[in-house]
Structure formats: structure tokens, C-alpha cells
């Protein structure tokens, strides 16, 4: 809301207060400063001078040295290159020490080698209009030495946000009742005529009631529409708002001045009573915008026995019975519209107006009235004409306050004990409110948000300021939750990723149905397990993820395109989905996923660049999960190759696979990107290190080699299957170092491979004789042969 | 004999001098001090000495070997130092070192941890709720009325369930009050939703911080006392705080926080970091309400709450002028954070 610092200052006085002391008052009320807005000469050291002489600059061309006489009762000598001046004009002289608009302060300085002891203005650097070219001529009858500000209107515009639950702020009177609240000064009686109320039998009819328990209307003959006076329209100029005509005007005016929105219609537009009905379903409704709009049931017009609709009510007007420049005669209405009928079809209609902005906060009832004297008053003033004895009002005014209770035992206890009833009582009072018996208040009219106890202590609390609470360390023990134990888990996986090498992403949790497709969830989705939301802001927000994979496929398509060579990206987050084709809803659950992707290792003096490849994944997943036992089963899955299930030990932890060639070059992504998805709460679980420490081997342990030679299709897993299955109690290793395959024929059948394990055998009580590992040794390779028909070189 | 001494000596000298490697010094020590090494041989000769000269050739013998050793042995230090030396040739330790892949947490990971740290030294427990709420959470039980703006599908994402995506994370204030008892001390991290479209200062998927404490006695005094302590320690203990009254639905006074901060080149301002205030007594009636019971009497229990946004919290820590920087995921801008 815009408010004028000289209109405030006809409700109040404020001229002995600072801009910044305003702002202060307002922020600690707890009214919002969104903007200041200097208008006019803010400084008084720019005064009047008259140019007495001018010579040419002896070291420049285009300046003049001047001699003024700003009534110092001596001649001040300025430098200054303007032309549009003679000399016996009087202009506008910042003396030193004047702070112009941009934030620099005039001094005295030498131009070109002349002394020049201020500065002669234009218009635009005083903070005026932009003028002609040149300094700002002033009138001959100018006093000299004086201010110039005082010649030409200044203001200062505040941009003002009030809280929903103020809507008595919504005006000038409003506010200046509060800050005289805060001031503790009196506030400048608004004299409003009475206005006489008379039945409206026959003349309006109200059908809807419950939208509009108050309605009157006021009958004004013999107007004449025409332009506002000049202080009407300096009044709504200063806060943003075009004149249109006196009518119209007055009607801004004393919503901005009260905050009680009016309507006037053109009475030659009205056929009949007029009716305030609710909307007929599917009516349509032309709006002074303009604009066609479609009511419901719930909407409410004013309308007139014809059943033409006047107006949207408490929102806006319609185009046709507005006041134009042939209106002599016109209808001034001045209702109490329900909060809850105007919020709901200022929200369909998508209309916001200064007056449905009210009423759906909620004016206050008691002002209706006064507002439409003060129009009628004003509307009188300014267009003439002759008002009638009586105003026709149906319904009643709704009383919306009751008295409260203030409990000072409650109060004291909120409040730490920081302030005394006593005082809290007169911020009560200052306030407006009354002091009724047994802790009662009354609370005035405006003021409808005050209805309990701990409304007032907020009233309480807020004038008295948090500044004179005093601060309390101290606070209940309370255990650990799960939560905590799940959020320490995640944070040892976030760092081990880090010091892996791994840069952690956080990428929008609503995805694209064009990146479904790179959605890697930990069990294939159903149709009715994606679970959409119901009015996307645009198609790249549609679906809530079901798996992480996709925003780290698009962070490394961003990346690819910045040229990044190694992608390594990992993300931590919620997942969401259905189950069993939609019968299980909204499932959340927590995943972590990996992508890797580029370079493994760059290029540089001491070692050659290698693109990552399926084992670098892998071992990331190994090295994160540590002694967990990580295995790979080829399952596949859709939009994916060498897709697998992953194990750690024999618990399923997610789904890896590399992105689809055909996928991957549509997206400009290295051709081997691979991606996991790994179920957090089971990671959770292996993370926890060491339950008890294994002592260490007292006996050496011996190594025997073996080269394999197999089917080049037999899968390592086989092995690893054949050797777990053997089971030799003193085998306490056995890993895969080499695998040579000769696609040429040459060395090696093209589709056999040789495969070189090295196995470690130990004896947990002796160390063993050569030929005891041997013998075990043997074994082993008998049992390879027969399990998978290997030979040995 | 003795001559014969004092030739092997000589010569043996000369070979150690002349020896260019520790091999050869081995060979030369093999040659005179071998088993079969000259001196070893010569030695084997004694007892063909008169006994008279015994003595004397004795002695000889023992001060050539000692010479020898001697020799021998400095030699080798010399022949290793001069191998040292030529090892480290061509070792230029201004060469750049071999590089090592390095990743970064997330920067609100990191201000979300630093902040969690901070609270969690202060006695809040953490606790979560689920992001695909219902009304009743996110809105009916926070004491916000039915036609309240933010229910709006326009800023609002709702589903055809009728459910929707929370729009903060208060509703976990509510999901803990519905199963725990006072005391409740909780901080609920998590991402909330809002119909915004996104541009440089909004996000529609956003991450806030919320906070509770919930017991007997806790007042205005608790809220400033904890909320200066906490914003003191995240931003600096001389950090300035202010609180400015505002408005929330299920808050009873509310209030805006503010500290001043000086951006580099800027002077220093006032920047709104978090919201708070007292939880509304219609929040405790309704979790009641809920749970049929009358654990959160709010005759006999009070208590505050806040919530801040964890993305402006790191614009503000690290000049981050624009949010998207967030969710893109650019290394260039993640490796700064390593």
C-alpha cells in the first residue's frame, strides 16, 4: 500500500519526525517498509539566488564565472556552464554543504583554476521534474536566500506492506491512528457529517445477504462531471493513482483516506430498484476492464430490476454504469461486503481491485457510514449538485467485536515477567481499546482480529518490542529420534562421496514426463505408480521423481555442455511413488544415487587421460560401502544396458545400469555414463563400522596362482559362485587380477579368455607346510574344473 | 714377506681409490679380503714365518687389513653419496602433483549441517514428515483459515488425491505433536513447494528449517534467547538481531527476524533471515482435538516456533546472487564449495 507522508500529516502531525524515525515506528509495528520515496527538494541549504554577473571563464570556453547574491549580504562567485540563463534571473543555489538526489554533497572546489564556492541548479538535479534545458528560471517574485523546497511540493511516498490480519491499516486514517498509538500523539479530528438513514423500501432490494448483511445508497442529482480540483488530484498523484473525474476521484480519495471502498453509478443507468442478488450460474459479467467474466451461485452482483448487472459487487464495476462525462445524476454505494464472498470471487475471477483488497480482509462496519458522508460531503464540493436528506440503507451493520479478556497471570508468563500490568493496560488503551470490569476490554470497532486473550498479549508484545523482553538460555533435555540417527548416517555417506571424489547435486524434485525415461527406480514402476501433480507450472514440473537418476543426467547434460570432462555426481533425497499399479499411494522414500560419467582420471605430465568406465562405478559403491561384499546381477531394465541388481552381501541395495547408447547420444552425454540408485535406509544400516574387533593373524599365510582358461561368456560371477560353494576352510582369499582375452586367434581361442586368480591360504592355529597348501590348492582347481570345466596353463 | 705385504697393500688402495661403483668396491674387497683375497692368502703365509719375525708380520698383516677396512669402508660412504646425489637428478619438485579426484558437499548440505549443529548442541532433536502432505497438516491444523491465499491451486501443488505438496515444513510441527509429549524440542529440515514460477530469487522446490519447542513455561523470553543465540553462533557472535512483529496463521505474536550484515563492498543492512513466534493456542486445540487427549493443554503448555529458508541462508553466507545456482549443479560452481 502507497501512503503519502503530507496526506498522513493531515491526520497527524508528524512534521517534527524523521524519515528514518518513521520507518523505525512503522518496521516495529510491524508494518513492512518496502520502499521511500523522496519526492520534491529535500535540502534546505538550496535557496534563491539571483545572478548579479557573468564573465567568461578565463580557462574555459564553455564556462561562465558568476557572481550571486544568495542573501548572504555578500556576493558569492560559482562557476557554472549553462546558457539558457541572463543575468538578473533567479535561480536555484546549492550552497556547500547541500546533499543533492544521487548522494553527493555540494563543497567548494576550483574550476579550472577558478574558485567556485556552490553550485546553481537545474530542475533534475534538485529533484524536480526534468525541466528545460539549462538552470531552473524561477519566478521574479522569488525571495532571495530562501529555500527554494519551499516553493515547490515535497513528499515522501511510502511503499508500506501490511499483514493480512491489519486490514485497519489500509488508509491514511488508519494508519495515522496507529502511529499516533506508537507517538502517543493525538490524532487530528476528522470531522464527518451525519448522515440520516431512511428505509429503502422499494428502492433496493437485497438477495443476498449473507454476502452483504449492509447495503445503502445515497442519490445525488445535478452533478457535473469534470476534472478534480488540483488538491484532489495532488492527493491521488502522490500515491501512484490517475485522476479520472470528481466523482470517480472522490470515491479513490476516501477509500485511500478511510479504507471503506465506494461505488458511484450513473442513477440514468439504473432501471429500477436497485437488486443485490447473487450471480446466476454461468451469467457473464462485463467488467470496467473490459474484460468478460463468468460468475457462479457464489458470486455477488449489483444488479437492477431489469436483472442488468451493474456491478461485480465490492470488486469492481461494470462498464456500462459507470460515471461518465454525461452523468448528472448518480447512485453512491456504500456497503459492508463479507470477507469470505469477496475473497472467493476476487480468487475465481482472478479481479483484484484497492476495493475487493479490502473487503476481503475486512473494513470496518462502523465506517461505512462515515465514508459516504465524507464522499457525499466531498462530492457536493467538488461537482456541485444536491444530495438527498437521506441515505437508504437495508440490513444491519455487522458488529464483529466482542469484549476480551486479558489474563495478567498468562500475560506474565508470555512476557518473562518484562512488562507491568499497568503498562501493558495503557498500550491497551493507547490502542483504542477500553477497560471493562474482570480483565474485560472492549475492543473498538476496527479492530475485528482482537477476539482472544492472546490477540491482546500480541498487541501487548509487539508495542512494548522484543528489544525490552529479556533473552532466556535454557531449554528441556529431550532424546535422539530416529531422525538424528538417520541424518548422522547420511551425513558419513555424503562425506565419504566427497573425499571419493564426488560432487553432491540437489536438483528439482518434479520432474519432466520427457525424463521419465532416465528414471532408474529401485523396482520397475506400474502404470498408476507415478504420481502427478494436478496444475504443473510447465511441462519440465510435472512428475514428482520416482528416482533421482534423471536430475543427475540432466546436471551432467548442463555440465557436458560447459565442457566439465569428469562427472561425478551424487544426490541424497526423497523419491515418490506408488505401488502395485497405484494401489499403495504416495509412497516416500529416501534414496542416494550416483552418476559417472567422462574422464576417470585427466591427462597431466604423469599420467594419460582414462574415460570411466562400469568397474569405476562399482568400485565407487565398494569403497563407500566398504566391507560390505558388492555384486553385480545383469537384470534388465528399461531405457538402460548391463543393467543389474546390486548386492551388498545378500541384501538387494539398488539398481545400476549404463544409460542406452541411443539415449545417451540424444542428450550429448559420453557414450559409457553409468548410474545407480541405492535405497538410503538399508545403506543407513552398513555404515555403522566395526561391532567387534577381529584379532590379528598370528601365522604367515601363503599365495598360489592359478590362469584359467574358459568360455569367454562365463561370467566372473560363476567363478566367484564355484569357489564360495567349495568352501575350503583355509582359503582366505581369493582374488581376480588379470583377464586375457586375444580376439585374433592368436595367442587364445577368440571366444575362450583366461582368467588368473590369486588364492590366500592360512591356518588360523599354525603356520602351514608347503605341501599341506598345496594339497588345499589342489582342491580348489579339481573343484573348478568340475564346477565350470576350466582348464589350467 | 714383507714386501709382499706392502705390495697388496698398495695395490689394494690403489683399486679401492680407482673403484667407480659400490660393485666394484666389492669386487676389489673380494680380491684383497676374499677367501681367496690377496691379503687372506698372504696371511695363510705366517706360518712359514720365522718365529722371530712373527710378531712383526703379525702386525703387519693386522695394519694392512685395518688400512684396507678402513679404506673400504670410506670409500663406500663416498661412492653412496655420490649415488644419493645422482638419484634426485631430474626430480623437479616444481612439476604440479599427480591430480586426485575431489568432490564438495552441496553448499546447503553445508549451511543446513552448520545449522543443524548449532541447534542440535542447544537440545533439538531432529524429526521429519512427509512431503506429499494433506490440508489437515499443512494447513487446517496450523490455524489457517479455509479461503486463506496460500490454499490457492494457483500457488498450491495439489494432486487428484486431494493431497498436497506442503507448502513448509510446519506441518511437521503438527505430525510430531500428534504422537509425542511435552517436552517437544524439535528442528524439522526439509524441502517445501510453492506454485512460483522459478527466476533468480524463487525456486518452486525450496528448503526450509523449521523449529519447535514445546513445554511448560516456555516464553518470549526462550524464542529471543534461543533464536539470538542460534543466528549469533551461525553468523557471528557479535552478530546484530532484530525482531519485528509480524503475522502467521498458527503463530501468537509472530515476528520477522533480521540481522545486520555487511555484504563485501556494501554497507551494512538489515537482511530478514527467519520467522517465529508463539504457537497459537488453536494449533494446541487442534492437536488435541486429534489425538483426544489433553497433552497439550495450552493452560499448561506453551511454546515457540520458527522456520527459515536454507536456500536464502547460503545466498546470504556466500553472496549467492542467483538461487538457480542451487540446482544447477555446475562443478564450476560446486568446486568452490570443496
Known amino acids: 500500500m502507497n501512503v503519502s507522508l503530507?496526506?498522513?500529516?493531515?491526520?497527524?502531525?508528524?512534521?517534527?519526525?524523521?524519515?528514518?524515525?518513521?520507518?523505525?515506528?512503522?518496521?516495529?509495528?510491524?508494518?513492512?517498509?518496502?520502499?521511500?520515496?523522496?519526492?520534491?527538494?529535500?535540502?534546505?541549504?538550496?535557496?534563491?539566488?539571483?545572478?548579479?554577473?557573468?564573465?567568461?571563464?578565463?580557462?574555459?570556453?564553455?564556462?561562465?564565472?558568476?557572481?550571486?547574491?544568495?542573501?548572504?549580504?555578500?556576493?558569492?562567485?560559482?562557476?557554472?556552464?549553462?546558457?539558457?540563463?541572463?543575468?538578473?534571473?533567479?535561480?536555484?543555489?546549492?550552497?556547500?554543504?547541500?546533499?543533492?538526489p544521487g548522494g553527493f554533497t555540494i563543497g567548494e572546489a576550483k574550476m579550472r583554476g577558478v574558485e567556485s564556492k556552490g553550485m546553481l541548479c537545474a530542475a533534475s538535479e534538485i529533484?524536480?521534474?526534468?525541466?528545460?534545458?539549462?538552470?531552473?528560471?524561477?519566478?521574479?517574485?522569488?525571495?532571495?536566500?530562501?529555500?527554494?523546497?519551499?516553493?515547490?511540493?515535497?513528499?515522501?511516498?511510502?511503499?508500506?506492506?501490511?499483514?493480512?490480519?491489519?486490514?485497519?491499516?489500509?488508509?491514511?486514517?488508519?494508519?495515522?491512528?496507529e502511529l499516533a498509538a506508537l507517538l502517543k500523539t493525538p490524532l487530528i479530528p476528522l470531522e464527518t457529517p451525519e448522515e440520516k438513514l431512511a428505509s429503502a423500501e422499494g428502492k433496493i432490494r437485497v438477495e443476498a445477504t449473507d454476502t452483504c448483511p449492509f447495503y445503502s445508497a445515497i442519490r445525488i442529482r445535478g452533478v457535473e462531471v469534470k476534472d478534480s480540483p488540483a488538491w484532489l488530484k495532488q492527493r491521488l498523484e502522490s500515491i501512484g493513482l490517475k485522476p479520472i473525474n470528481n466523482i470517480v476521484d472522490v470515491t479513490n480519495f476516501v477509500l485511500h483516506e478511510l479504507g471503506q471502498?465506494?461505488?458511484?453509478?450513473?442513477?440514468?443507468?439504473?432501471?429500477?430498484?436497485?437488486?443485490?442478488?447473487?450471480?446466476?450460474?454461468?451469467?457473464?459479467?462485463?467488467?470496467l476492464d473490459d474484460e468478460k467474466y463468468e460468475l457462479s451461485g457464489e458470486d455477488l452482483l449489483i444488479s437492477d430490476e431489469s436483472g442488468a448487472a451493474l456491478a461485480l459487487g465490492g470488486v469492481m464495476g461494470g462498464l456500462e454504469s459507470g460515471v461518465s462525462a454525461s452523468t448528472t445524476e448518480i447512485l453512491l454505494e456504500a456497503a459492508y461486503f463479507t470477507p469470505q464472498g469477496i475473497r472467493r470471487t476476487s480468487r475465481k475471477t482472478a479481479l483484484m481491485s484497492d476495493s475487493s483488497y479490502r473487503f476481503e480482509r475486512g473494513v470496518d462496519p462502523a465506517g461505512v457510514l462515515k465514508a459516504s458522508a465524507l464522499a457525499v460531503k466531498l462530492i457536493l464540493e467538488?461537482?456541485?449538485?444536491?444530495?438527498?436528506?437521506?441515505?437508504?440503507?437495508?440490513?444491519?451493520?455487522?458488529?464483529?467485536?466482542?469484549?476480551?479478556?486479558?489474563?495478567?497471570?498468562?500475560?506474565?508468563?508470555?512476557?518473562?515477567?518484562?512488562?507491568?500490568?499497568?503498562?501493558?493496560?495503557?498500550?491497551?488503551?493507547?490502542?483504542?481499546?477500553?477497560?471493562?470490569?474482570?480483565?474485560?476490554?472492549?475492543?473498538?470497532?476496527?479492530?475485528?482480529?482482537?477476539?482472544?486473550?492472546?490477540?491482546?498479549?500480541?498487541?501487548?508484545?509487539?508495542?512494548?518490542?522484543?528489544?525490552?523482553?529479556?533473552?532466556?538460555?535454557?531449554?528441556?533435555?529431550?532424546?535422539?529420534?530416529?531422525?538424528?540417527?538417520?541424518?548422522?548416517?547420511?551425513?558419513?555417506?555424503?562425506?565419504?562421496?566427497?573425499?571419493?571424489?564426488?560432487?553432491?547435486?540437489?536438483?528439482?524434485?518434479?520432474?519432466?514426463?520427457?525424463?521419465?525415461?532416465?528414471?532408474?527406480?529401485?523396482?520397475?514402476l506400474q502404470d498408476g505408480d507415478v504420481i502427478r501433480v494436478k496444475l504443473p507450472l510447465s511441462e519440465d514440473h510435472v512428475v514428482m521423481r520416482p528416482s533421482i537418476i534423471p536430475g543427475l543426467v540432466a546436471s551432467a547434460v548442463r555440465n557436458v555442455r560447459q565442457q566439465a570432462k569428469a562427472l561425478r555426481f551424487f544426490e541424497m533425497g526423497r523419491v515418490f511413488r506408488n505401488a502395485g499399479g497405484g494401489k499403495a499411494k504416495d509412497q516416500e522414500?529416501?534414496?542416494?544415487?550416483?552418476?559417472?560419467?567422462?574422464?576417470?582420471?585427466?591427462?597431466?605430465?604423469?599420467?594419460?587421460?582414462?574415460?570411466?568406465?562400469?568397474?569405476?562405478?562399482?568400485?565407487?559403491?565398494?569403497?563407500?560401502?566398504?566391507?560390505?561384499?558388492?555384486?553385480?546381477?545383469?537384470?534388465?531394465?528399461?531405457?538402460?544396458?548391463?543393467?543389474?541388481?546390486?548386492?551388498?552381501?545378500?541384501?538387494?541395495?539398488?539398481?545400476?545400469?549404463?544409460?542406452?547408447?541411443?539415449?545417451?547420444?540424444?542428450?550429448?552425454?559420453?557414450?559409457?555414463?553409468?548410474?545407480?540408485?541405492?535405497?538410503?535406509?538399508?545403506?543407513?544400516?552398513?555404515?555403522?563400522?566395526?561391532?567387534?574387533?577381529?584379532?590379528?593373524?598370528?601365522?604367515?599365510?601363503?599365495?598360489?596362482?592359478?590362469?584359467?582358461?574358459?568360455?569367454?561368456?562365463?561370467?566372473?560371477?560363476?567363478?566367484?559362485?564355484?569357489?564360495?560353494?567349495?568352501?575350503?576352510?583355509?582359503?582366505?582369499?581369493a582374488e581376480c587380477f588379470d583377464v586375457f582375452t586375444d580376439p585374433s586367434g592368436e595367442k587364445l581361442a577368440a571366444d575362450r579368455k583366461s582368467v588368473a586368480y590369486r588364492f590366500t591360504y592360512r591356518d588360523s592355529g599354525r603356520t602351514l607346510k608347503s605341501d599341506e597348501v598345496d594339497a588345499a590348492h589342489q582342491k580348489m582347481l579339481a573343484a573348478l574344473t568340475k564346477g565350470l570345466g576350466v582348464s589350467f596353463r | 714377506m714383507k714386501e709382499q705385504i706392502a705390495a697388496i697393500q698398495t695395490e689394494a688402495l690403489a683399486r679401492i681409490s680407482a673403484a667407480e661403483d659400490e660393485r666394484m668396491l666389492e669386487d676389489a674387497r673380494v680380491a684383497v679380503l676374499g677367501k681367496k683375497g690377496s691379503l687372506t692368502l698372504a696371511a695363510a703365509g705366517i706360518k712359514d714365518v720365522p718365529k722371530e719375525e712373527k710378531a712383526a708380520v703379525g702386525q703387519l698383516?693386522?695394519?694392512?687389513?685395518?688400512?684396507?677396512?678402513?679404506?673400504?669402508?670410506?670409500?663406500?660412504?663416498?661412492?653412496?653419496?655420490?649415488?644419493?646425489?645422482?638419484?634426485?637428478?631430474?626430480?623437479?619438485?616444481?612439476?604440479?602433483?599427480?591430480?586426485?579426484?575431489?568432490?564438495?558437499?552441496?553448499?546447503?548440505?553445508?549451511?543446513?549441517?552448520?545449522?543443524?549443529?548449532?541447534?542440535?548442541?542447544?537440545?533439538?532433536?531432529?524429526?521429519?514428515?512427509?512431503?506429499?502432505?494433506?490440508?489437515?497438516?499443512?494447513?487446517?491444523?496450523?490455524?489457517?483459515?479455509?479461503?486463506?491465499?496460500?490454499?490457492?491451486?494457483?500457488?498450491?501443488?495439489?494432486?487428484?488425491?486431494?493431497?498436497?505438496?506442503?507448502?513448509?515444513?510446519?506441518?511437521?510441527?503438527?505430525?510430531?505433536?500428534?504422537?509425542?509429549?511435552?517436552?517437544?524440542?524439535?528442528?524439522?529440515?526439509?524441502?517445501?513447494?510453492?506454485?512460483?514460477?522459478?527466476?533468480?530469487?524463487?525456486?518452486?522446490?525450496?528448503?526450509?528449517?523449521?523449529?519447535?519447542?514445546?513445554?511448560?513455561?516456555?516464553?518470549?523470553?526462550?524464542?529471543k534467547g534461543t533464536l539470538e543465540y542460534f543466528l549469533r553462533e551461525l553468523f557471528g557472535t557479535s552478530t546484530e538481531v532484530r525482531f519485528r512483529p509480524h503475522f502467521f496463521p498458527f503463530t501468537e505474536p509472530s515476528f520477522e527476524i533480521d540481522v545486520k550484515l555487511q555484504v563485501k563492498g556494501q554497507a551494512p543492512r538489515w537482511i530478514e533471515v527467519a520467522g517465529c513466534g508463539m504457537v497459537d493456542p488453536a494449533v494446541f486445540d487442534s492437536i488435541n482435538k486429534g489425538r483426544k487427549d489433553d497433552a497439550f493443554n495450552p493452560d499448561k503448555v506453551t511454546g515457540f516456533a520458527f522456520g527459515m529458508g536454507l536456500d536464502r541462508l547460503a545466498m546470504i553466507r556466500w553472496g549467492i546472487k542467483d538461487i538457480r545456482l542451487l540446482i544447477e549443479n555446475d562443478v564450476r560452481f560446486l568446486k568452490q564449495f570443496a
Open chain 1, 6 to 100: 503530507n496526506w498522513l500529516g493531515t491526520h497527524l502531525d508528524v512534521a517534527g519526525k524523521s524519515i528514518k524515525e518513521i520507518d523505525d515506528l512503522l518496521t516495529f509495528a510491524g508494518v513492512e517498509v518496502e520502499g521511500i520515496e523522496t519526492k520534491g527538494i529535500a535540502s534546505e541549504k538550496i535557496v534563491v539566488a539571483q545572478i548579479m554577473e557573468a564573465v567568461q571563464h578565463p580557462n574555459a570556453d564553455k564556462l561562465k564565472v558568476t557572481q550571486v547574491d544568495a542573501g548572504e549580504g555578500s556576493l558569492r562567485q560559482i562557476v557554472c556552464g549553462a546558457k539558457n540563463y541572463k543575468v538578473g534571473d533567479k535561480v536555484p543555489c546549492a550552497l556547500p554543504g547541500a546533499a543533492l
Open chain 1, 261 to 287: 471502498p465506494l461505488h458511484a453509478f450513473d442513477a440514468a443507468k439504473v432501471s429500477g430498484a436497485i437488486v443485490v442478488r447473487p450471480a446466476k450460474d454461468g451469467e457473464i459479467f462485463h467488467a
Open chain 1, 382 to 524: 467538488t461537482a456541485g449538485g444536491e444530495a438527498d436528506a437521506a441515505v437508504l440503507a437495508v440490513g444491519e451493520i455487522p458488529v464483529l467485536t466482542q469484549p476480551v479478556v486479558l489474563d495478567a497471570k498468562k500475560l506474565d508468563q508470555l512476557m518473562g515477567g518484562s512488562i507491568a500490568l499497568a503498562e501493558a493496560e495503557e498500550i491497551l488503551t493507547r490502542l483504542g481499546l477500553t477497560k471493562l470490569a474482570d480483565g474485560q476490554w472492549s475492543v473498538p470497532s476496527f479492530r475485528a482480529d482482537l477476539q482472544r486473550h492472546i490477540d491482546l498479549v500480541e498487541e501487548i508484545a509487539r508495542v512494548h518490542g522484543l528489544d525490552n523482553v529479556p533473552s532466556r538460555f535454557a531449554g528441556a533435555f529431550v532424546p535422539a529420534s530416529a531422525v538424528d540417527a538417520a541424518y548422522d548416517a547420511d551425513m558419513v555417506l555424503r562425506r565419504r562421496l566427497a573425499a571419493l571424489g564426488v560432487f553432491e547435486c540437489q536438483t528439482i524434485k518434479l520432474i519432466s514426463d520427457a525424463q521419465m525415461q532416465d528414471a532408474l527406480p529401485l523396482r520397475p
Open chain 1, 589 to 733: 522414500s529416501e534414496n542416494l544415487a550416483l552418476l559417472v560419467s567422462g574422464n576417470a582420471q585427466s591427462a597431466a605430465w604423469s599420467q594419460k587421460e582414462r574415460a570411466a568406465d562400469l568397474y569405476d562405478l562399482k568400485g565407487l559403491i565398494s569403497a563407500l560401502l566398504r566391507n560390505q561384499a558388492i555384486q553385480f546381477f545383469p537384470r534388465d531394465r528399461d531405457g538402460f544396458v548391463l543393467s543389474c541388481d546390486i548386492k551388498a552381501g545378500d541384501q538387494n541395495i539398488g539398481v545400476f545400469g549404463r544409460i542406452a547408447p541411443t539415449r545417451a547420444r540424444e542428450l550429448d552425454l559420453p557414450a559409457e555414463t553409468h548410474v545407480a540408485e541405492l535405497d538410503l535406509a538399508k545403506l543407513r544400516k552398513m555404515i555403522s563400522g566395526v561391532q567387534h574387533v577381529e584379532d590379528l593373524p598370528q601365522f604367515p599365510a601363503s599365495t598360489r596362482d592359478a590362469a584359467m582358461e574358459l568360455a569367454a561368456t562365463t561370467a566372473n560371477a560363476e567363478i566367484e559362485k564355484v569357489i564360495a560353494k567349495h568352501a575350503e576352510p583355509l582359503l582366505i582369499s
Open chain 2, 61 to 223: 698383516l693386522n695394519a694392512a687389513r685395518t688400512e684396507i677396512t678402513a679404506a673400504l669402508e670410506s670409500k663406500q660412504l663416498a661412492l653412496r653419496e655420490i649415488a644419493d646425489r645422482a638419484a634426485l637428478a631430474g626430480i623437479d619438485p616444481t612439476l604440479p602433483g599427480r591430480p586426485i579426484l575431489t568432490g564438495a558437499l552441496h553448499p546447503l548440505t553445508q549451511i543446513r549441517d552448520e545449522a543443524i549443529r548449532i541447534l542440535r548442541r542447544m537440545g533439538f532433536a531432529l524429526a521429519d514428515g512427509p512431503e506429499i502432505e494433506d490440508e489437515f497438516h499443512c494447513f487446517d491444523a496450523l490455524n489457517t483459515p479455509a479461503d486463506h491465499p496460500a490454499r490457492n491451486e494457483k500457488d498450491t501443488f495439489y494432486f487428484d488425491s486431494g493431497k498436497l505438496l506442503r507448502t513448509h515444513t510446519s506441518s511437521v510441527q503438527i505430525r510430531t505433536m500428534e504422537s509425542a509429549t511435552p517436552p517437544v524440542r524439535i528442528i524439522a529440515p526439509g524441502s517445501a513447494y510453492r506454485r512460483d514460477e522459478i527466476d533468480a530469487t524463487h525456486l518452486s522446490v525450496f528448503n526450509q528449517l523449521e523449529g519447535l519447542y514445546v513445554a511448560e513455561d516456555v516464553s518470549l523470553p526462550d524464542l
Open chain 1, 127 to 177: 529533484g524536480l521534474p526534468e525541466g528545460e534545458d539549462g538552470l531552473l528560471i524561477l519566478p521574479e517574485d522569488a525571495v532571495i536566500g530562501r529555500p527554494v523546497k519551499e516553493m515547490f511540493d515535497s513528499d515522501v511516498l511510502l511503499e508500506l506492506e501490511v499483514t493480512p490480519n491489519r486490514p485497519d491499516l489500509l488508509s491514511h486514517r488508519g494508519m495515522a491512528r
